[in-house]
C-alpha cells in the first residue's frame, strides 16, 4: 500500500502499467506520502471506475466509469499532465487526444515535484516509468 515516489522534472508524466484493477498514481510537493496530494485511481472497484482524490480523501473529486480500463496481460499506456499552478490534473488513455478524467483543482493548488506509483486491494502491478521497469 505504499507509495514509491520518483521525481518529475516537466507538466507531463507518461506511465505504462499492467495490472489487474486499483493502480494508483499520486503527484506532490515532496518526495513522500504528503499533502497536499493529488491521487488518480485507474482501474478501481474492480477495474469499473477511476477517479482523482485529494490528499486521500472523499468524496472524490472527478470520477468516470472506466470498465476494462486496465489489463493483467498487458502494459496499459497512460499520460497524467497538470497545470503548473496546481489548479488542473488530467489523464489521457493510450494516444487519446482528449483525457478521460480531468480536475480543477481550486481547493489547494501546489507545485508538483513528484510522481508516486502503486497497485492496492490485493492486486500486483508492473510499471514503466521513465523507461524502467518496475513490479509493485
Known sequence: MEYHFFPVKTLRKTIAIKAAHDAHVSFTSEGSDTI?????????????????????????????????????????????????????????????TVPFLSWKNMEQPFTVTHFGVRTVQGASGDWICDGRYRNF
Open 36 to 96: 497536499p496530494m493529488i491521487e488518480f485511481i485507474l482501474g478501481g472497484w474492480g477495474n469499473t471506475k477511476s477517479t482523482i482524490r485529494l490528499n486521500r480523501e472523499s468524496p472524490d473529486r472527478a470520477e468516470v466509469e472506466t470498465p476494462g480500463l486496465l489489463a493483467a496481460e498487458e502494459h496499459r499506456e497512460f499520460t497524467f499532465e497538470w497545470a503548473p499552478n496546481g489548479r488542473l490534473f488530467q489523464v489521457y488513455g493510450g494516444a487519446d
